[in-house]
């Protein structure tokens, strides 16, 4: 639990001061993820990170069901749940129209999810909005990864160098892969492996039959 915590922590720390460092002029950048803007994108990022402070508050289902790989299943891209996650953040991002409150109100949002944690026993199960029961640590691992990609997202978007940090990448990588090293074969960094398993460039055949020989049937993501 700790070494998640810790990656969620350094992912969104890095992500605030990013924000912190925008005027208004950025926010309505376009980005990666039509038709959201950059505000549009940071508001869903800020949902996402902050959703564990009212998770934490309702009951807690008796055992856990799905891990942080399954979480990302086909379900979760629907055409009716990507509409609701679109126009979900759109009407957030109106609430929050300059960048000066945009940064205040992730930063707000993490610190409330890590102050809920940090009360909560690792065994905690939760509940997610889409009804996966999890328990607290795999949930926080979908946090990290929910930070960290669209992190490269915003970071697209701005013309900036990513700023991914060492642990996020670890936990992430280790999600979009159940946990198997990437082979060494195919060069990829940490970057790569993110972009790859999230459909953000294209996973070629001949490193889709690499990854299988190493025992990696499929990234996360489907890729």
Not at 34 to 51: C, K, M, N, Y
Request: hydrophobic share 45%; aromatic share 4%.
């Amino acid at each position: 639990m700790e070494t998640v915590r810790a990656a969620f922590r350094a992912e969104c720390d890095r992500l605030e001061r990013v924000l912190r460092d925008l005027d208004d002029a950025a926010l309505d950048r376009p980005t990666p993820c039509p038709p959201w803007r950059v505000r549009d994108l940071i508001a869903h990022v800020s949902t996402g990170a902050g959703r564990l402070a009212g998770m934490l508050a309702e009951p807690a289902p008796p055992r856990a069901e799905v891990d942080a790989a399954a979480y990302f299943g086909a379900a979760k891209f629907s055409p009716p749940v990507d509409r609701d996650r679109v126009e979900g953040a759109q009407r957030a991002a109106r609430e929050h129209p300059g960048a000066a409150e945009v940064a205040a109100e992730f930063g707000r949002a993490w610190r409330a999810t890590d102050e809920a944690v940090a009360a909560e026993p690792p065994a905690r199960v939760v509940r997610t909005r889409h009804g996966d029961a999890m328990a607290l640590p795999e949930f926080l691992r979908t946090r990290v990864v929910e930070v960290a990609v669209h992190g490269l997202d915003l970071a697209d978007a701005l013309d900036r160098t990513p700023w991914l940090t060492p642990a996020a990448a670890d936990v992430v990588i280790g999600v979009l892969t159940g946990g198997v090293p990437v082979p060494s074969g195919l060069g990829w960094d940490a970057l790569t492996v993110l972009r790859k398993a999230t459909g953000r460039l294209p996973v070629t055949g001949d490193e889709r039959a690499e990854l299988a020989r190493a025992g990696i049937g499929r990234l996360a993501f489907g890729g």
